[in-house]
């Protein structure tokens, strides 16, 4: 089918020669005259392009999920439906979106830049009814860079309608967003772009295009397009191959399909694999992960990519598949280089296995960079003890990012931990012996010496938090630095 189908603010629209990778945020703006959807940074770092796309949850319900549209390629969006802040205003009686009024009223719009994007992350909280505790409201904001600073009243007039689910023609269109089909070869201007909706078809596929590239979020490929105007001639999307998406309790843990998006496995891990939850917590803005996946976050093998280090503490076990069946090897071995992994031709990353914590185990994960959320880590870690019956240490597995060209273990210090009891001279043994299993660089993001000292002082610090918690849940943090009790 060489044509692009989807709902555009309510109306159906079809393309058949629009390259396969032009953003969403340029289609809109250069070809639909669509100019509220904001370009800040073209990175999805601002939320400035911030719009809404209809689509089903792992629950099956569907809903508004708020992105970047600069990160999403048109194709991603075949069978959609999407709204802008266009939108919004009642054509019929004129009246704005509850987000818009509560905005206006709250005076949070100053140069009136970043207002689209923040409305259209406001818009998506008035449906949403999962916002049972304070940082989510956080977490649904994070994405939206106000560069004039008014973020008190940007965040009252948010709470003001976050999951107040009124029920208007938005939520009449939710119920009428059925599932479309994403399948799709489509080609324009010297590019192919293709989405098989099962194994069998993407099998086909590579049969006939084993040079072409994976996309699933785009949230790290879509960059290469953005800021070095890369044309790849032949993408696949697995985004629409269901199997990659399955997330279950199994008899000795979970399973996580690769192509699980990070708001969704936040929810899932949340009671389930608590280390993984929080470093999904800060991993990005909702934006991103409405759009990342466990599977390119790992198929990335990025050094500082934060999901490794936590699966690799967790002995995560990845699975392997391709028209030859399936394959299953312990993560460790999964990073084979620098930006390598063990995949092979025509072979992808089907799911994660994670086995169930036992009693003994005392597990966290930590992030530190520059900033709190959406930012790059400097330093990250996965940690992870089993303790026996005399609490000395029966196992241990010391995983980090950002310290090597791989996210590593650190088999030394873990050797040092392993057999001695659970104490803090235990654990300054193994501290020194991080300085052997890492001989980390000094870049933008800080210096060999200071990730070499965060690095230890993550293993002081897990060694003090999970005193009284074996597996602790990250606790939620007040929004400003400066708080005043009255």
């Given at each position: 089918m060489n044509r692009l189908r989807f709902c555009l603010n309510d109306h159906w629209v079809?393309?058949?020669?629009?390259?396969?990778?032009?953003?969403?945020?340029?289609?809109?703006?250069?070809?639909?005259?669509?100019?509220?959807?904001?370009?800040?940074?073209?990175?999805?770092?601002?939320?400035?392009?911030?719009?809404?796309?209809?689509?089903r949850g792992d629950d099956g319900k569907p809903q508004w999920r708020a992105i970047n549209a600069c990160l999403v390629l048109l194709p991603m969006v075949q069978g959609k439906h999407v709204v802008t802040v266009e939108a919004l205003r009642d054509p019929a009686t004129g009246k704005y979106h509850p987000a818009q009024e509560a905005l206006a009223k709250a005076l949070g719009s100053q140069c009136g830049y970043c207002t689209p994007g923040i409305v259209m992350s406001m818009f998506e909280a008035t449906y949403r009814g999962d916002l049972d505790a304070g940082w989510k409201l956080d977490d649904q904001l994070c994405g939206n860079l106000c560069r004039c600073t008014g973020y008190r009243p940007i965040r009252d007039?948010?709470?003001?309608?976050?999951?107040?689910?009124?029920?208007?023609?938005?939520?009449?269109?939710?119920?009428?967003?059925?599932?479309?089909?994403?399948?799709?070869?489509?080609?324009?201007?010297?590019q192919r772009y293709f989405t098989p909706d099962s194994f069998s078809s993407l099998w086909d596929v590579l049969d006939v295009h084993p040079d072409a590239r994976f996309i699933q979020g785009g949230t790290d490929l879509s960059l290469e397009i953005t800021k070095k105007f890369a044309r790849p001639p032949k993408l696949v999307s697995l985004e629409a191959v269901a199997e990659l998406k399955v997330m279950h309790e199994t008899v000795d843990g979970v399973s996580i399909g690769a192509g699980a998006i990070l708001s969704e496995l936040e929810r899932f891990a949340e009671k389930r694999v608590i280390p993984l939850a929080r470093m999904i917590r800060y991993f990005g803005a909702r934006q991103i992960k409405h759009r990342a996946?466990?599977?390119?976050s790992l198929c990335t093998a990025s050094p500082i990519g934060d999901l490794a280090p936590v699966l690799l503490s967790l002995g995560a076990t990845v699975v392997m598949r391709s028209r030859a069946g399936e394959r299953r090897v312990p993560i460790d071995a999964f990073f084979t280089g620098y930006r390598k992994?063990?995949?092979?031709?025509?072979?992808?990353?089907?799911?994660?296995?994670?086995?169930?914590?036992?009693?003994?185990?005392?597990a966290s994960a930590?992030?530190?960079?520059?900033?709190?959320?959406?930012?790059?880590?400097?330093?990250?870690?996965?940690?992870?003890?089993?303790?026996?019956?005399?609490?000395v240490v029966s196992r241990a597995r010391l995983a980090y990012g950002g310290m090597a060209a791989t996210p590593k273990r650190a088999g030394l210090a873990e050797a040092a931990l392993v057999g001695q009891p659970w104490s803090a001279a235990s654990i300054?043994?193994?501290?020194?012996?991080?300085?052997?299993?890492?001989?980390?660089?000094?870049?933008?993001?800080?210096?060999?010496?200071?990730?070499?000292?965060?690095?230890?002082?993550?293993l002081r610090g897990f060694f003090e938090e999970t005193k009284l918690t074996p597996v602790p849940r990250l606790p939620e943090h007040h929004t400003g630095t400066v708080i005043t009790y009255l």
């Open positions: 079809e393309e058949t020669n629009v390259s396969p990778t032009t953003t969403l945020l340029r289609y809109l703006r250069d070809t639909r005259g669509l100019t509220g959807t904001k370009e800040g940074c073209a990175e999805g770092d601002c939320g400035a392009c911030t719009v809404a796309v209809a689509e007039a948010t709470n003001e309608v976050a999951g107040s689910c009124p029920k208007d023609r938005f939520a009449a269109e939710l119920k009428e967003a059925a599932p479309q089909s994403m399948q799709l070869d489509y080609q324009a201007n010297g996946t466990l599977g390119g992994t063990a995949l092979g031709p025509k072979e992808v990353l089907a799911a994660v296995e994670l086995p169930r914590l036992p009693a003994s185990a005392l930590y992030k530190v960079s520059k900033r709190r959320e959406l930012d790059i880590s400097t330093v990250s870690a996965g940690l992870y003890v089993e303790l026996d019956s005399h609490r300054e043994l193994a501290a020194a012996q991080l300085g052997q299993d890492f001989q980390p660089v000094s870049d933008h993001r800080g210096s060999a010496a200071y990730r070499a000292l965060v690095a230890q002082n993550l």
